[in-house]
C-alpha cells in the first residue's frame, strides 16, 4: 500500500496520521492477467487504484464488439461511476491487461477522507471535474478528430502504453479499425522521420 499511501500524500496532501486511520477501509488485491474485476450487469461496487499493472474498462456491443472506453495504468484509479453512485447495473467490464497489484477501496472510504482532510476532499472534488473534463474532450475527439489526431491525443494521455497494449485494443479506444490505425501510425512515423 506504500504507492498509495505516497500518491495520497504527494497528490491530496494526506498525512501519515490521516492514511493510518484510511488504510483500514482499504484493501489490496493481487490479480492475474484476463482477471475480471467487473461484469456487465454486476452492480459495481468498489474504486481500483492501481499499483502495479494494467486495467481496461470496455463495454461489449450487441454485435460482440469490445469498444474500450479507459485504460488504467499504475497511478490511475479505474470504476463505473453510474454504478457505484447510483446502485445501477454496470455496462462495462473491467479486467486486467496486465499482472496487477491495486487498491480497492469504496465509497466509505471518500467520505471518511473527505471527513477528515479538507485538502483530500478539494483533491477529489478537482478529481471528479477532470474526469468529466476528459470525458467531454473524448466526446469532442471522436466526433470531431481525425484518426491522426484522435491517436497523438491517446499517446499524449497514455504516453507509455502503446508498447504495452495491444494495436486493435488502441484502435477499439480510438473508434477505429486496426487497419486505420496500422495506416496512422506509419504517416506518422514518416513524419516525425
Known amino acids: ?10 497528490k491530496a496532501q494526506v498525512t501519515n496520521e490521516q492514511f493510518r486511520h484510511l488504510e483500514k477501509l482499504a484493501g489490496e488485491k493481487k490479480i492475474a492477467k484476463g482477471e475480471y474485476l467487473l461484469r456487465q450487469e454486476e452492480v459495481c461496487d468498489k474504486i481500483y487504484f492501481v499499483e502495479k499493472g494494467l486495467l481496461r474498462a470496455y463495454k461489449v456491443d450487441d454485435g460482440g464488439k469490445e469498444h474500450i472506453n479507459q485504460f ?5 484509479f479505474i470504476t ?8 445501477l447495473p454496470s455496462e ?8 496487477s497489484e491495486l487498491i480497492i477501496f469504496d ?4 467520505i471518511e477522507a473527505s471527513n ?12 471528479l471535474h477532470n474526469h468529466i473534463r476528459q470525458l467531454q474532450k473524448r466526446i469532442d475527439s471522436l466526433l470531431g478528430l481525425n484518426a491522426e489526431k484522435r491517436y497523438l491525443d ?16 488502441i484502435a477499439s479506444y480510438l473508434g477505429i ?9 506509419k504517416k506518422l512515423s514518416v513524419i516525425i522521420k
Open 1 to 10: 500500500m506504500e504507492v498509495f499511501k505516497k500518491y495520497l500524500e504527494e
Open 72 to 76: 488504467a495504468p499504475e497511478n490511475w
Open 80 to 87: 463505473d461511476r453510474s454504478s457505484i453512485l447510483f446502485n
Open 92 to 99: 462495462y467490464f473491467i479486467d486486467a491487461l496486465e499482472k
Open 107 to 110: 465509497n466509505d472510504f471518500l
Open 116 to 127: 477528515i482532510s479538507a485538502s483530500f476532499r478539494e483533491y477529489n472534488k478537482n478529481l
Open 154 to 169: 491517446f499517446v499524449e494521455t497514455y504516453y507509455n502504453l502503446t508498447l504495452r497494449v495491444p494495436q486493435w485494443m
Open 177 to 185: 479499425s486496426p487497419e486505420s490505425l496500422s495506416r496512422v501510425r
